[in-house]
């Protein structure tokens, strides 16, 4: 045979398995493991095959990347070389890599990726079958390859299991969002979801300062007119000092003993105590929520580093960190800041600095403190008072509202300095 019919026929070899494997790629990637399983209950030839593999990325990805690798070179040296003897070396080498490189570009690889993202599982099922093969083929050098990743992954925090990365699937949730497969609100919560995992305890729950307290030996008729004024369904209950916790009061506890007529007015109700469930404020939130659940535990004091009650928070309080808030029932959940105009913003103390930077796109600074107010107190050095303002950059940040030494309402105002 004459060389140059072989040359080409090896170029036109070459270029078919490299679309060969790039499809397989693809095909692999986008495979959907529900659907799978159903080809596989559905008797589906060679579906049980696929869910193997798709249950093996770390073994079967190497594979397919290590034989792309291999053929993509043969096409290239091959092309090289007939290029070199059509017209020299100096012209040839260059033609043949240009060229070569949009050929595999656009036929090797564009081409037969869009194919196989639309026909994923079609695909796969027919290149499964040669795929072992080439795996008993590769197997050496592929294996050498999975045991490298593995290593990596390892070293470098990352399950050798997973498909995607975290940040891979943010990618595809925004994707998504921008394309319109996934509506905004869709989107929100997906990535509250991601963030519940990332955060502590200390950013979320309510401070100390912003806790309603119950002394131990409360009577019935004080603790009445406080629940009059803070209707909470479970009441923290401390001994002499607020760092002594002594257990949790529910309200349900206290109607069910009126019901029975255990309590007079001047009864003592501090009698009627739960278990109190302490944590450190630097526990995830996350891990948080689990155990909460698992225990039945409806609401957990805040530690801090120094053996203080720093906050407590709710399992309520947890689910809203991803539905956002939810009012009572027959009112309206309370709002943590109200868009005046464009400009100006009536935010809550308590609002966290990372939500109010994300959520209004305003540029408050991280430091000692979590919320607007540990901001502002932090900044002006003392307990402000009602109507007193300064600025930081450009915006005018006035402290609107207090109550007692604690700072409920702040108006933030953004505007250039020489503008009032």
Do not use: C
């Not at 770390?58 to 043969?74: Q, S």
């Not at 105590?273 to 039945?296: C, E, H, N, S, W």
């Amino acid at each position: 045979m004459d060389k140059s019919v072989l040359y080409v026929a090896l170029l036109v070899v070459s270029l078919i398995l490299s679309a060969f494997f790039s499809s397989t790629e693809a095909a692999f990637l986008s495979l959907r493991k529900v659907r799978i399983r159903r080809m596989v209950s559905d008797n589906i030839p060679g579906a049980d095959r696929v869910q193997r593999m798709v249950e093996q990325p770390e073994k079967i990805l190497p594979t397919i990347l290590l034989g792309n690798n291999l053929v993509n070179t043969a096409f290239a040296a091959v092309a090289t070389v007939i290029m070199v003897a059509a017209i020299g070396e100096g012209s040839g080498v260059l033609i043949a890599t240009i060229g070569s490189t949009l050929v595999l570009l656009i036929l090797g690889e564009t081409l037969p990726k869009t194919l196989a993202i639309k026909h994923a599982e079609t695909m796969f099922l027919f290149s499964s079958r040669i795929l072992e093969w080439v795996d008993i083929l590769l197997m050496p050098v592929a294996i050498s390859l999975q045991w490298l990743s593995r290593k990596i992954s390892r070293r470098d925090g990352v399950d050798p299991m997973a498909l995607f990365t975290e940040e891979e699937i943010k990618t595809a949730i925004l994707m998504g969002q921008e394309a319109g497969a996934v509506e905004d609100e869709e989107a929100e919560l997906l990535n509250k979801v991601f963030q519940f995992g990332d955060r502590e305890l200390k950013e979320v729950m309510t401070p100390r300062s912003g806790i309603v307290w119950v002394e131990h030996g409360t009577v019935l008729d004080a603790f009445l007119d406080t629940y009059q004024e803070h209707t909470n369904t479970r009441f923290p209950v401390f001994q002499e000092q607020i760092d002594n916790v002594t257990g949790i009061l529910s309200i349900k506890d206290i109607f069910a003993a009126m019901a029975r007529g255990d309590f007079s007015a001047d009864a003592v109700i501090t009698t009627q105590l739960r278990q109190a469930y302490f944590v450190p404020d630097t526990k995830p939130i996350g891990v948080l929520f689990r155990d909460m659940q698992q225990q039945g535990m409806q609401i957990a004091m805040a530690v801090d580093e120094f053996g203080g009650i720093a906050g407590l928070v709710t399992l309520k309080q947890l689910m809203e960190e991803i539905v956002g808030p939810v009012g009572e029932e027959g009112s309206q959940p309370e709002a943590e800041y109200e868009v005046i105009d464009e400009n100006t913003f009536h935010i809550d103390g308590g609002m966290q600095i990372d939500e109010i930077n994300d959520e209004l796109g305003i540029d408050i600074p991280q430091g000692e403190y979590e919320t607007v107010a540990g901001f502002i107190l932090d900044t002006m050095g003392n307990i402000p008072v009602e109507g007193e303002y300064f600025w930081y950059k450009d915006l005018r940040i006035n402290v609107d509202e207090m109550r007692g030494v604690k700072i409920e309402r702040v108006i933030i105002t953004r505007a250039k300095l020489g503008s009032l």
